[in-house]
């Protein structure tokens, strides 16, 4: 995707455009107004006497309005700089465009402006893919606006166009013939309405619409009212102020609100093309904003917990108890040529549903909600051993049963060539990677303390708690590399160990499920110079027989795995290690100006001297924007301790004095302080 | 497994709530309190069946009183759900079925429906394990 696209956004309708704000929709540019995976425009072009304009300058005003200068002429020649156009556009439920055009030169002047619109309706899935449209478009003008539309059976999606000013609308755009005095200038609003979308619901004016103009948009007032509900930081060291209030914001912008639950928001995956629940990236997520912004992991949870599997479904690869991977809207979803309705195959979220929930209630203290979870809970950890369990030998395995549109890797690490053994080789399916047993055990641990507390169910925590430690001891010996001092990243389908050093181990520690004894090894390797490049802690070791410092997951550092290993080895207690990845992500942001990347390249810090960018398409990545977040977590030690929130502080010394004032939680809201100490 | 048609006259859709009637305890359910009323039009006939959810306990019945939720959908398309042919999520993406009022009641009743005919998931874990 270029560089030079602009996007703005609301829940999951967004719109990307060049920097001009026009819309054509190329195979390249994947451009376009977006609302719950479909493409509601994919031209959007203005003109000025038959001419498209150049753009000045685009100010992204927040992160669901934006404002173009246009002039007219192309490049650097400049036709007539005694015209200029302003559009600006707020996104919500379609988008509002204001449009001015002004004249600056001292005679009056006639102008032909021009929109082109059209919609190709493309399903997310299609975009990237060029698929033919199976249902009938057509444009239609109707009561003073232009409706572009699509149908396929019973499924019709709309988009409807409409200006304030008087309009010539034909099927293919509007047009306006104005007279400008000198000096003067002419306005009109353009309403591009979702009108019919995946909700059911009926729009007939976007959100932010003229008829309701404030001084404010919602919107505004919304984001200034999450960001004054949020702890504050005080600190010496400018660059982590600075990635803190961007983490805040990107997360506001990565909120999501389910048709079932108006008014409260969880965190979606990515911003665009990923703006949807997600089981493994929401819970992730919410995790690492727990001490900032509780209601998500709530919204979460309930979000899930509604969306639980009930049946044995090979086609979504559901089953009783399992949580949800992802949520789509589209049409391919909607006609089962996608699985996405929703789709489950995930092998961790399930485990940390549980997790998640545990850690929720420790932090607020709020028993409601783990009571009227409680069935989706139990069911959530049966299904571990129930369903979760393939191969009957006690550890969770995956092994897709939708070969066709179904995904092959069920874990963090989703791409082809994530998990291998030493020599490179891949193994076969079904694979038990390691950190799915460090979820289990985890949730098996978290899961007895809610029985034993909350549910009153002493009978069934003291089963999990000791089929728990059976678990613990029986994979400490059969994940150990010997000859490495490691933990393998999996067993495979013969129960052989498939054994590449990679930073799952860190999620283990951050489980618990290692060995007091086998720690000190493991905390040597993750920090050490095979794994710890000096900006972060690589996925796939260097040295291995896949590693590739700019390969997805077999070489480069993905700043939310090193946040969770962060936590891990404060869990262990080296703290000093915590900090020295703490400092080495946040060093790292710096050079993204704050906005951590979902990746970054495994090079040593020796070699590069800034961190190089894995290019992808989504940007904020939720899980990046919450790794600040959990750094300051683990730096600072917060943790919660009965009603009482303890702190710990172990920060790198470049960091100097910090203050996170007004944590939240269930002992109201308290402060945590800290120095910088410890050399990294 | 609920809803299964038991061939004969009864339609997969009467069977699927007869067979809800009397169990008149579904743990699936425990999360849900409230009714979901579903308008079914069949031809010329709108046929209302009313559900009363509370924690688990469930109550059948014809009555046409204001719900919580209310769903309107094809008979056909209900006794699809209710054998297992439809997906009701996807056929709600599709505009087959227009909810109105609480959707997340809708959302937690709908794992009543049982599972797509030939899955074969659990047959399939079976042998696995038992290699």
Redesign the interface.
């Known amino acids: 995707m270029s560089a030079d696209l602009v996007q703005i956004l609301d829940g999951n309708t967004f719109v990307v455009s060049d920097a001009r704000g026009d819309i054509e929709a190329s195979l390249t540019d994947p451009t376009g107004l977006f609302s719950f995976d479909t493409r509601f425009l994919s031209k959007w072009v203005l003109k000025i006497a038959d001419e498209r304009l150049s753009p000045l300058s685009v100010d992204n005003l927040q992160y669901f309005e934006a404002r173009f200068f246009l002039i007219r002429g192309t490049g650097t020649v400049y036709v007539d700089a005694k015209l200029s156009v302003i559009r600006q556009r707020a996104v919500g439920d379609g988008f509002l465009e204001q449009l001015t055009v002004l004249n600056h030169d001292d005679k009056a002047v006639d102008v032909a402006v021009r929109l082109d619109a059209d919609s190709d309706f493309a399903d997310l899935f299609e975009v990237k893919d060029a698929l033919e449209k199976k249902g009938i478009r057509k444009n239609r003008v109707e009561d003073g606006r232009l409706v572009l539309g699509y149908e396929r059976g019973p499924f019709v999606r709309e988009t409807w166009i409409s200006a304030t000013e008087p309009a010539a609308i034909d099927e293919r755009g509007l047009s306006f013939a104005l007279t400008l005095e000198p000096h003067g200038e002419w306005k009109t609003d353009v309403n591009v309405v979702t009108a019919l979308s995946a909700t059911g619901e009926r729009h007939d004016r976007p959100k932010y619409g003229s008829s309701n103009r404030e001084p404010r948009p919602s919107m505004a007032r919304d984001l200034d009212s999450w960001l004054a509900e949020a702890p504050r930081l005080n600190c010496d060291w400018e660059p982590l102020t600075e990635a803190y209030r961007r983490s805040l914001v990107d997360l506001a912008a990565l909120r999501f609100t389910t048709r079932t639950m108006p008014g409260h928001a969880l965190p979606a995956a990515g911003l665009p093309w990923f703006m949807t629940l997600f089981g493994r990236d929401s819970i992730f997520t919410s995790l690492q904003a727990l001490p900032f912004a509780p209601e998500l992991a709530a919204t979460t949870l309930r979000a899930l917990g509604e969306r639980q599997g009930s049946r044995v479904d090979d086609f979504r690869d559901e089953d009783p108890g399992k949580i949800l991977h992802e949520m789509r809207y589209g049409e391919m979803t909607a006609f089962e040529e996608r699985p996405h309705s929703p789709y489950y195959g995930s092998s961790d979220a399930t485990a940390l549903f549980v997790v998640l929930l545990d850690e929720y209630e420790r932090w607020t203290g709020d028993r409601a909600l783990v009571r009227e979870l409680e069935f989706e809970a139990r069911a959530a950890l049966n299904w571990i051993d129930e369903y979760g369990d393939l191969q009957g030998n006690g550890y969770v395995s995956y092994k897709r049963r939708n070969e066709e549109t179904g995904l092959e890797n069920q874990c963090w690490k989703d791409s082809w060539d994530s998990i291998s053994y030493r020599n490179g080789a891949l193994p076969g399916f079904p694979r038990a990677t390691c950190e799915l047993q460090g979820y289990s055990y985890d949730a098996k641990m978290r899961g007895a303390r809610l029985a034993r507390e909350v549910w009153r169910d002493g009978a069934f925590a003291d089963r999990l708690e000791k089929e728990a430690a059976a678990f613990k001891r029986r994979f400490n010996r059969d994940f150990w590399v010997d000859d490495g001092g490691y933990f393998a990243v999996a067993l495979d389908a013969d129960g052989q160990k498939v054994d590449s050093l990679t930073s799952n181990n860190g999620h283990l520690l951050w489980s618990g499920i290692v060995d007091k004894s086998k720690a000190k090894s493991v905390v040597r390797h993750l920090v050490g110079p095979a794994l710890y490049s000096g900006w972060g802690i690589r996925t796939l070791a260097e040295g291995e027989g896949r590693y590739n410092p700019i390969g997805y997951h077999v070489g480069t550092i993905w700043p939310f795995d090193n946040s969770f290993i962060a936590w891990g080895l404060r869990r262990y207690g080296y703290k000093a290690e915590a900090a020295k990845v703490a400092a080495g992500i946040l060093d790292a942001a710096q050079f993204f100006d704050g906005r951590l990347p979902e990746a970054f390249g495994g090079y040593p810090r020796t070699l590069t001297k800034h961190p190089v960018q894995y290019p992808t398409a989504c940007s904020p990545q939720a899980w990046s924007t919450g790794t600040p977040l959990l750094l300051l977590r683990t730096m600072l030690g917060l943790e919660p301790v009965g009603d009482q929130i303890a702190v710990d502080p172990a920060l790198p010394r470049s960091i100097g004095r910090l203050e996170l004032l007004d944590i939240p939680g269930r002992w109201g809201r308290v402060d945590a302080l800290g120095r910088g100490r410890i050399k990294t | 497994m609920t809803g299964r048609s038991t061939g004969g006259v009864q339609s997969p859709t009467d069977s699927f709530f007869a067979d809800l009637a009397t169990r008149r305890h579904e743990?699936?359910l425990?999360?849900a309190s409230g009714s979901v009323q579903f308008d079914l039009v069949d031809g010329e006939r709108l046929e209302h069946w009313c559900v009363t959810m509370d924690k688990g306990d469930v109550a059948v019945s014809h009555k046409n009183a204001k719900a919580d939720a209310i769903v309107r959908l094809d008979k056909a398309t209900f006794d699809g759900m209710a054998s297992g042919r439809v997906?009701a999520?996807?056929a709600?993406?599709?505009?087959?079925l227009?909810?109105e009022g609480d959707?997340?009641l809708v959302?937690?009743f709908q794992?009543?429906?049982?599972?797509?005919e030939g899955?074969?998931?659990?047959a399939?874990?079976v042998a696995?394990?038992a290699?």
């Open positions: 743990p699936l425990k999360s997906n999520i996807a709600t993406l599709r505009g087959e227009v909810p959707l997340g959302l937690l794992r009543l429906f049982p599972a797509p899955a074969d998931g659990a399939d874990l696995r394990r290699r």
